[in-house]
């Protein structure tokens, strides 16, 4: 985790530009004080404030996402930039440092990053020809530049959350972006065609429609948790079936996390995809699901070497983990491949296919790595564990035959030999 002084200028940057980027706005988009201006500042702040009570923790570092932005997106369109900015202040005071009492570190960051996810999307819908206005007639010709306003509002509130968990989790941005907020974002995006909805209504019948609102409101929050819920029971439940596994040998416990960790740092510094890199992360941690069957148990604890019979099961747990968990209809296929060609040599010689070079998928030669670097860094019970020295001399020594260059080198840079 990040040391309190680094999350403090954290926060304390993304203050200075809000207020930098708010005063902006103000300046140039002075306020509207009319009664029916107000009046619609009132209400979508009412909405907005009730959305934030709906809020899901939805990452290890606390982010969280809720349904408040459709009231941000709509005061883009009835209330313009200043509207908008002003509606972030007011509910992020109100429910940040009011009913919630965040932590203030955490609480000046969120404020931030709304109010600047809010400036930034109202200048780009009044750069892109939109007009703020509480008329049916001026309405109609908003939409396209409205879906300019929702990209940039959540290009900003994207890069300021993961930014903002990268320091937290000393995590790449990107990496945070690929495995957690960019996949938040794309649901996000799509609703976002529903404060379109909200700010007809409400020029269309006034205040009282937007108790309409509620209803979708409630069913996206309803959406996210049933779907973040399901991510992490699946999670969970092949955490548990890993730890299973490897509870039967005290010399591999902890093994599958230790080479999951190690392939997403390799697939992270080789740039790989956020998806891709998801996918290698759980084909890693499940790579020996096939060694569950009872009949590897003895060989695994054995302290000689193995009889014929013994190598050619062992050889075929890359396809019994596959037949185990191919079951799984929502599984990546890329995770299949991880976990079938793990086993696979650079030079062809290794197993169950003898693919070679480029040939095999590139989360297998990821694995491939971490699983030899984790099994020569721990005790066995036919050996002891070898010296970090020792490990990166068999690294090189075996590159271009057992393992692909670029990923050994990519290993080291990513110091998976430094997490134990």
Same mark, same amino acid.
């Given at each position: 985790?990040?040391?309190?002084?680094?999350f403090?200028?954290?926060?304390?940057?993304?203050?200075?530009?809000?207020?930098?980027?708010?005063?902006?706005?103000?300046?140039?988009?002075?306020?509207?004080?009319?009664?029916?201006?107000?009046?619609?500042?009132?209400?979508?702040?009412g909405l907005?404030?009730?959305?934030?009570?709906?809020?899901?923790?939805?990452?290890?570092g606390?982010?969280?996402?809720?349904?408040?932005? %459709? #009231?941000?997106?709509?005061?883009? *369109?009835? !209330?313009?930039? /200043?509207?908008? =900015?002003?509606?972030?202040?007011? +509910?992020?005071?109100?429910?940040?440092?009011?009913?919630?009492?965040?932590p203030a570190?955490?609480?000046?960051?969120?404020?931030?990053?709304v109010?600047?996810?809010?400036?930034?999307?109202?200048?780009?819908?009044?750069?892109?020809?939109?007009?703020p206005?509480?008329?049916?007639?001026?309405?109609?010709?908003?939409?396209?530049?409205?879906?300019?306003?929702?990209?940039?509002y959540?290009?900003?509130?994207?890069?300021?959350?993961s930014?903002?968990?990268?320091?937290?989790?000393?995590?790449?941005?990107?990496?945070?972006w690929?495995?957690?907020?960019g996949?938040?974002?794309?649901?996000?995006i799509a609703?976002?065609?529903?404060?379109?909805?909200?700010?007809?209504?409400?020029?269309?019948?006034g205040?009282?429609?937007? %108790? #309409?609102?509620?209803?979708?409101? *409630?069913? !996206?929050r309803? /959406?996210y948790? =049933?779907?973040?819920?399901?991510q +992490?029971?699946?999670?969970?439940?092949?955490?548990?079936?890993?730890?299973?596994?490897?509870?039967?040998?005290?010399?591999?416990?902890?093994?599958?996390e230790?080479?999951?960790?190690?392939?997403?740092?390799?697939?992270?510094?080789?740039?790989?995809?956020?998806?891709?890199?998801?996918?290698?992360?759980?084909?890693?941690l499940?790579?020996?699901?096939?060694?569950?069957?009872?009949?590897?148990?003895?060989?695994?604890?054995?302290?000689?070497?193995?009889?014929?019979?013994?190598?050619?099961l062992i050889r075929?747990?890359?396809?019994?983990?596959v037949?185990?968990?191919?079951?799984?209809r929502?599984?990546?296929?890329q995770?299949l491949?991880?976990?079938?060609?793990?086993?696979?040599?650079?030079?062809?010689?290794?197993?169950?296919?003898?693919?070679?070079?480029?040939?095999?998928p590139?989360?297998?030669?990821?694995i491939?790595?971490?699983?030899?670097?984790d099994?020569?860094m721990?005790?066995?019970?036919?050996?002891?564990?070898?010296?970090?020295?020792?490990?990166?001399?068999e690294?090189?020594?075996?590159?271009?035959?057992?393992?692909?260059?670029?990923?050994?080198?990519?290993?080291?840079?990513?110091?998976?030999?430094?997490?134990?």
């Open positions: 985790m990040s040391t309190p002084a680094t403090r200028r954290l926060s304390i940057g993304a203050l200075v530009v809000a207020i930098a980027v708010a005063t902006a706005v103000f300046v140039y988009f002075p306020i509207d004080l009319s009664r029916d201006w107000i009046l619609a500042l009132v209400t979508l702040l907005a404030i009730l959305s934030a009570y709906l809020a899901l923790t939805v990452t290890p606390g982010a969280s996402t809720a349904v408040d932005f %459709l #009231a941000h997106l709509a005061a883009i *369109i009835l !209330l313009g930039p /200043s509207g908008a =900015v002003l509606l972030a202040i007011i +509910q992020q005071l109100i429910i940040e440092f009011g009913f919630l009492k965040k570190l955490r609480a000046t960051f969120n404020l931030a990053q109010v600047t996810a809010s400036a930034i999307g109202g200048v780009a819908y009044h750069a892109f020809g939109g007009s206005s509480l008329e049916l007639l001026q309405f109609r010709q908003s939409f396209p530049p409205f879906i300019i306003a929702v990209l940039a959540w290009t900003t509130n994207g890069v300021a959350v930014w903002a968990l990268s320091t937290l989790e000393r995590r790449r941005p990107l990496e945070v690929g495995q957690v907020i996949v938040i974002i794309v649901f996000d609703m976002s065609t529903l404060s379109y909805l909200i700010a007809l209504m409400y020029v269309m019948y205040p009282i429609s937007l %108790l #309409a609102a509620i209803v979708p409101m *409630i069913g !996206l309803y /959406s948790g =049933v779907n973040i819920q399901l +992490q029971l699946n999670q969970d439940l092949l955490r548990v079936l890993i730890k299973t596994l490897e509870a039967r040998d005290k010399y591999t416990s902890g093994h599958s230790r080479v999951s960790q190690r392939s997403r740092l390799i697939a992270t510094q080789l740039g790989l995809a956020g998806r891709k890199i998801r996918s290698i992360e759980a084909g890693a499940l790579h020996d699901i096939g060694k569950i069957d009872l009949a590897y148990g003895e060989i695994l604890r054995q302290a000689g070497p193995l009889t014929p019979e013994q190598r050619e075929a747990h890359p396809d019994k983990g037949e185990i968990v191919s079951s799984v929502s599984l990546d296929p995770i491949d991880c976990i079938r060609h793990h086993h696979e040599w650079f030079d062809g010689t290794g197993y169950p296919t003898g693919l070679s070079g480029e040939n095999i590139i989360g297998a030669r990821i491939m790595i971490s699983d030899s670097v099994a020569m721990t005790d066995r019970p036919y050996r002891k564990a070898l010296s970090l020295d020792e490990v990166k001399k690294l090189l020594r075996n590159s271009g035959t057992q393992f692909d260059p670029l990923v050994v080198e990519a290993a080291l840079d990513a110091g998976v030999l430094d997490h134990a």
